[in-house]
């Protein structure tokens, strides 16, 4: 019997309802939870209060994975090429702090992962990469109505005009990486 070796990644790529449906779909992701991270208000914060943009959470996911099928590394690659990261603060029509593009890493390996995928990516987008890199501090888990978000309500319009095209991307680059 092969062993498997879970690991997590904490990051935020705008609506938590995006990126927790794009990573769903990934071979070797385990679990996907909606959540907030990042910011400095005592206690676990609300939506209505991460939303404000005065508690400096950003939305974000916590993806568990098992890394003897799915890499670090892939899995940030497929973050940072299914949203924008060039974008300050900002996620189409999502607009701030709360919706920033930013990877939460748990160990000196993420961080020097992570900062090397930015590099190697960097040559690809025409605008400089803005994606904060920072340590993880606490994850707090989103209320339950946004877990599973997509799944539960995928026929809603943000769902349809928002989701399905950045899953279409998905499938468009990563097709070797879906379950």
């Known amino acids: 019997m092969i062993t498997k070796n879970i690991q997590k990644a904490t990051f935020g790529g705008g609506c938590f309802w995006c990126t927790e449906a794009i990573f769903q779909e990934i071979r070797g992701v385990e679990k996907v939870v909606s959540g907030y991270s990042g910011g400095n208000a005592p206690g676990k914060p609300t939506y209505r209060e991460v939303c404000s943009g005065l508690t400096g959470h950003a939305e974000v996911i916590q993806v568990t994975f098992d890394a003897n099928v799915i890499s670090y590394m892939d899995i940030l690659v ?92 998905l499938r468009e680059l990563h097709t070797d990486k879906l379950k």
């Not at 924008?84 to 189409?92: A, E, I, K, S, V």
């Open 78 to 169: 497929v973050f940072m090429t299914t949203h924008d990261p060039t974008t300050l603060n900002r996620q189409g029509a999502d607009v701030g702090t709360q919706y920033r593009s930013v990877i939460f890493y748990e160990n000196i390996e993420q961080r020097s992962i992570a900062d090397e995928v930015i590099a190697q990516l960097s040559e690809v987008y025409d605008n400089p990469i803005v994606t904060e890199v920072s340590p993880l501090k606490i994850f707090y888990e989103a209320e339950d109505y946004h877990q599973d978000y997509y799944r539960n309500n995928e026929s809603q319009g943000y769902c349809n005009f928002v989701i399905t095209p950045k899953l279409a991307k």
